[in-house]
């Protein structure tokens, strides 16, 4: 049975706060944690299958143009190689986060450096690995002008354009006035786990393992690039090891390995090498971004203005939306927001990490520093202050608003000092010291999704979806939700994640699992609860779930007397998402230490205050808060893909040369949760967590870098030739 | 990553005889060879294990230095107490490279002869003159961020990446080098390795069949020992920049400075123009930047990386003031 909710309206009863059991919001050690510890989670890759066979992409040696042969005699006469899989249904490039459709196909059509063309199948990975790349193609080069986005035509993105008095007006006739560019690098997701799948034909059906994020959806796409039935499909991903927007859409290892097991009768694995992973998935664009500030005397905003410059390949649709969170965070009534795409031929540009805010809200505050700077206010009080009371260009209510909690609590536990921001007060020897603050706010997302919950004859609870958990603890936080319901503590609930046997979730992304999945849960336990008190012959209203009683008398055992209740729920986000603007709020406060001879930078002190509705499980979410935070310090300081000029490919193609921050580069983090209950957010009152603490971060890294040595470095990452060249001297 | 033949050396002359045909290569810790053969950049036909060959140790030698065996352990040289009080520069070189558990692994040997991290040098698609001669340089009108400013050719732009060698210079340490038969040979380490010239797939003077089995040191010379290596994060990094000085003090004036230079060139840079200006001197801001102009006279950015020469210069006047304790 489906028990279905549309949530049309806030839901301010709180029903998990009237619950007993008391497990919601503990801080329960992951559930999955030991066996990943301990190497025994087996990851898509790892499954062992007797005869697979190993799979390689071959990939094309320019970024455009048509590939009209391959030499496949020639590879098939090479030790170990057992076919050459050419196939038009192979992807070319991944599907795009919730694209439910098989992603562009044709691969011999070539539009990036490192575009998978085709597949070596050999008895062993290093066999094909060493065909791939020695295979020999014909192909027809078009030149590319240029793989710069500055150099470029773009168009504006017009559906997220919003234009709104004149700001050019405001700006010239402001007391205080800002104009400014900032350009940020782009960014790799850079996953521990590379992309590998393993496939599996019967002649029949399909059984996919690989490592995706959004099973739902990328079952759809599977099955619609290969032309199947979706029944005739099933994928597997118990684990993953890393997603971060990566893993969203169906992946070209996914496709290649599924063609191979169909045309081969024989089971396929394909694992990325880390190279392949740096050349061929998702990049999140690099982006210029221009700001325009209107202030009167006090720095209240008049006109607010962001205009931004991202890049993808031709005909992608998605356009890094950095102008997200800008919509509606600060005052303003003369307002300009325009994001526009420049086409180039560097791989497809999609969800890394936070898409949008996690570049678009660093950049945003370094010019909010700037106006502080200028018009003499302490930079926190100047974000509050421009706290607008609704949506500044909409008019809709915010559905709960933590900004200025997390920005007040933030400063505190810091030790904020507003009063004198000049630069260079203090330094060290050699060493300039410095804070910054920024804001931080990510948008709120929920989808579909559906849950079943089965409470057994023996009065455990067993729940399954199709669900993922990407390292985040979705495992763990939908036993806590299933189990405050139900009166179960954790160990009571098996939580079964990741096979498109179970009900569909809404998959991980947009830091959207927990709110969406958690409330479908949330809506099948209250199914089970008035099924068992049926049974129990009580009310629900006045039933209370405990320790595997009811109202302290009878064990569910008892009462189930050897049948079991078995309940789907389904959650679908209705009106509500349309009447409110919801989104995650907070605040970041950093040290940092400028070297004034090397220009190096490292943060010696770090603080992110967020606001982000119900904590269903309080160590996961401050970890949830450390990775970003860590993200933040990478986007900051070390992280960027650099791109050839000539030829468009990647060259920093692993983790010794793309550099996410090592240990040392992260200090100890303080992270304050804000008490918030979002009523408008989902029923269960909790919104997204894991982004949030990437969106802004590293701003607050940038303004104190400014505070530490004064230089007000406008690219992002602040390498130490960076920071040198904008150093007064 | 191909198929090759393994083979275990019993003696040193079995080592020499096996590396002596192209395709024989030498394996110490492994941590540059495979990860290169996995990327088929190295495509050896016989892998000669030298590892279990007696050259571990780290000894004293007759006239008050130290001897560091080929096959010690990175960890084992910065550990070791003589190391450690008397050659400072060299322990906080070798700390400051890799990670913890690369330097369990790595060796001396294979320390010296790690290969250059050029990006284009490790993807065999790319045109490479030092992988693959007459192919091209992908670098010089590619990403040069992490290349050479000084000693270039118009053939190959690449750096040593390693910071154990340029303390090594500093010391003016001497790689033991054993050929065929019982010749062996000692070279300086500041001459072991080449500068790309025309034959940019050299990367230092040994021929096929030589063996390295130690570095030796100089008796401690003492003065203020520093090693700074400049990037961008915080470890397992390789160095933008890096500078190992030796400085002592007379008095007022500079006695001694003894001056490498890491991420710059094809070599761990010495240029004894360096230590002849400063020695003498007083020092000063303006000494320290006549100094940076010596160094710095011949050099030459590719673009990306034209920031490493002020951050050469910058770097160095950070550890000049520091060695000699002046303000500037
Ligand atoms: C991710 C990463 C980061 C790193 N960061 C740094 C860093 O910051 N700084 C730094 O200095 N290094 C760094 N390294 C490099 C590391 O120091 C070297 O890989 C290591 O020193 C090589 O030693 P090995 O014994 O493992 O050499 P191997 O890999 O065994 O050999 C390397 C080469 O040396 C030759 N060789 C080895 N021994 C001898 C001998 N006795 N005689 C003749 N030839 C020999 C081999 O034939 C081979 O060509 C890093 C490495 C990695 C993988
Ligand atoms: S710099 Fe040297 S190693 Fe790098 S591509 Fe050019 S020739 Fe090859």
Redesign the pocket.
């Given at each position: 049975m489906t028990a279905k909710l549309k949530q049309d309206e806030p839901d301010t009863r709180n029903i998990l706060d009237t619950m007993k059991q008391g497990v919601i919001g503990k801080p329960i050690p992951r559930v999955e944690g030991l066996a990943k510890v301990t190497g025994t989670a087996t990851y898509a890759a790892e499954y062992k299958i007797d005869g697979c066979l190993e799979g390689v992409m071959i990939q094309a040696p320019f970024a455009k143009g048509t590939v009209t042969a391959i030499d496949t005699d020639a590879l098939l006469a090479m030790p170990g190689v057992v076919a050459v899989i050419e196939d038009p249904r192979q992807t070319a490039r991944a599907a795009q986060g919730t694209a439910n459709e098989a992603p562009v196909q044709e691969p011999m059509t070539v539009t990036y450096y490192g575009q998978p063309v085709a597949l070596v199948v050999a008895e062993t990975f290093e066999d094909a690995r060493n065909a791939a790349a020695q295979a020999k193609l014909t192909y027809d080069i078009e030149q590319v002008g240029s793989f710069d986005p500055q150099d470029v035509e773009a168009e504006v993105q017009e559906d997220s354009a919003t234009r709104q008095g004149d700001l050019a007006h405001a700006v010239k006739t402001a007391a205080h006035a800002i104009d400014t560019t900032i350009h940020t690098e782009g960014h790799a997701s850079a996953a521990m786990e590379p992309h590998g799948s393993i496939a599996e034909w019967d002649g029949r059906n399909l059984t996919v393992y690989a490592s995706l994020q959004m099973l739902n959806y990328n079952i759809t796409e599977l099955a619609d690039s290969l032309d199947l039935e979706e029944d005739r499909v099933r994928l597997v991903s118990r684990y993953v090891g890393g997603g971060f927007g990566s893993k969203l859409g169906v992946s070209e290892d996914v496709v290649a390995a599924s063609l191979a097991a169909m045309q081969l009768n024989r089971p396929v694995r394909v694992v990325m090498t880390r190279q392949q992973v740096f050349q061929t998935v998702m990049r999140r664009s690099e982006s210029a971004q221009r700001f325009r500030f209107a202030a009167d005397s006090e720095g209240t905003l008049s006109g607010f203005g962001h205009e931004a410059r991202v890049s993808n390949l031709p005909q992608e649709s998605f356009a890094e939306p950095v102008l997200q969170s800008s919509d509606f965070l600060y005052k303003g009534e003369n307002r300009l927001l325009e994001l526009e795409v420049a086409r180039i031929h560097r791989m497809t540009a999609g969800s890394v990490r936070a898409p949008g805010e996690a570049i678009g809200m660093p950049a945003l505050e370094i010019a909010m520093d700037m106006l502080a700077e200028k018009a003499g206010v302490d930079p926190v009080e100047l974000r509050i202050r421009n706290i607008p009371d609704k949506h500044p260009a909409n008019g809709k209510p915010f559905s709960s608003h933590k900004l200025e909690e997390a920005l007040r609590q933030g400063a505190e536990a810091f030790g904020w000092d507003g009063a004198n921001r000049a630069p260079r007060q203090t330094r060290d020897g050699e060493w300039w010291i410095g804070t910054g603050m920024a804001s931080a706010a990510r948008v709120h997302n929920v989808s579909k999704a559906q849950v079943r919950v089965v409470l057994a004859a023996d009065g455990t609870a067993r729940v399954e979806t199709d669900m993922t958990d990407i390292g985040t603890g979705t495992y763990t936080i939908l036993a806590q939700v299933v189990g405050e319901m139900l009166g179960l503590e954790t160990d009571k609930v098996l939580v079964s994640l990741g096979d498109t046997a179970f009900p569909r979730g809404s998959g991980s992304g947009g830091s959207w699992g927990a709110a969406s999945v958690g409330s479908a849960a949330f809506v099948a336990c209250n199914a089970v609860r008035d099924a068992l008190c049926e049974k129990a012959g009580i009310n629900t209203d006045d039933a209370e779930f405990k320790d595997g009683r009811l109202n302290g008398g009878k064990t569910f055992s008892d009462i189930l007397d050897g049948t079991e209740i078995d309940r789907t729920g389904e959650y679908e986000p209705g009106d509500i998402s349309e009447d409110y603007v919801a989104s995650g709020f907070g605040a970041f406060f950093a040290e940092v230490r400028v070297n004034r001879f090397t220009g190096e930078t490292r943060v010696t002190r770090m603080l992110g205050a967020f606001g982000f509705g119900r904590v269903l499980n309080e160590k996961t979410a401050r970890s949830q808060c450390l990775g970003g935070i860590t993200w933040s310090i990478g986007a900051a300081l070390t992280e960027a893909l650099l791109f050839d000029p000539k030829d468009g490919h990647v060259v920093n193609q692993d983790l010794?040369e793309y550099h996410v921050p090592v240990c040392r580069d992260v200090p100890d983090c303080e992270v304050i949760m804000v008490d918030e209950r979002d009523p408008a957010a989902s029923p269960i009152q909790a919104k997204g967590i894991g982004e949030l603490g990437m969106c802004g971060g590293a701003g607050a890294i940038a303004n104190a870098i400014y505070n530490a040595c004064g230089a007000r470095v406008l690219t992002l990452p602040m390498t130490p030739d960076r920071v040198i060249a904008a150093m007064p001297d | 990553m191909r198929p090759f033949d393994y083979q275990r050396a019993e003696r040193l002359e079995h080592a020499s005889q096996l590396t002596r045909p192209e395709g024989g290569?030498?394996?110490?810790?492994?941590?540059?060879?495979?990860?290169l053969m996995k990327l088929q950049v190295e495509t050896p036909d016989t892998l000669v294990d030298?590892s279990r060959l007696p050259m571990a140790g780290i000894e004293d030698t007759d006239d008050g230095g130290l001897r560091i065996g080929?096959l010690a352990s990175?960890t084992a040289t910065a550990v070791h107490p003589r190391v450690k009080a008397d050659y400072p520069v060299l322990a906080r070189a070798i700390l400051a490279?890799?990670t913890q558990q690369?330097r369990n692994?790595?060796?001396t040997?294979?320390?010296l002869?790690?290969r250059t991290r050029c990006y284009y040098f490790t993807q065999i698609n790319q045109p490479c003159n030092k992988r693959e001669p007459g192919s091209g340089c992908g670098a010089i009108d590619g990403i040069a961020r992490i290349h050479a400013i000084l000693g270039t050719s118009d053939q190959c732009i690449a750096t040593y990446?390693?910071?154990?060698a340029v303390a090594l210079a500093a010391l003016d340490a001497t790689v033991e080098i054993a050929g065929e038969g019982e010749r062996t040979r000692r070279v300086p380490v500041r001459d072991f390795h080449c500068l790309p010239g025309d034959t940019p797939w050299r990367d230092n003077v040994?021929e096929d069949g030589e063996?390295?089995t130690g570095v030796t040191l100089p008796a401690p010379v003492g003065g203020t020992q520093i090693y700074r290596k400049v990037r961008e994060r915080s470890s397992?990094?390789?160095a933008l920049v890096s500078v190992a000085a030796i400085v002592e003090m007379d008095g007022d004036l500079i006695s001694r400075a003894d001056l490498a230079f890491g991420g710059v060139a094809h070599k761990p840079w010495h240029d004894p123009r360096l230590s002849d200006h400063l020695v003498g001197s007083v020092p000063s801001a303006e000494l320290f930047d006549k100094a940076a102009d010596i160094l710095l006279d011949t050099a030459q950015g590719y673009g990306e990386n034209d920031f490493k020469i002020p951050l050469a210069r910058r770097t160095l006047s950070a550890v000049l003031a520091h060695a000699t304790g002046t303000k500037i």
């Open positions: 010794a | 290569r030498s394996i110490a810790g492994g941590t540059n060879l495979l990860d030298i080929a990175n490279g890799a690369l692994k790595a060796t040997g294979g320390n002869c790690q990446p390693g910071d154990m040994l063996i390295i397992y990094a390789f």
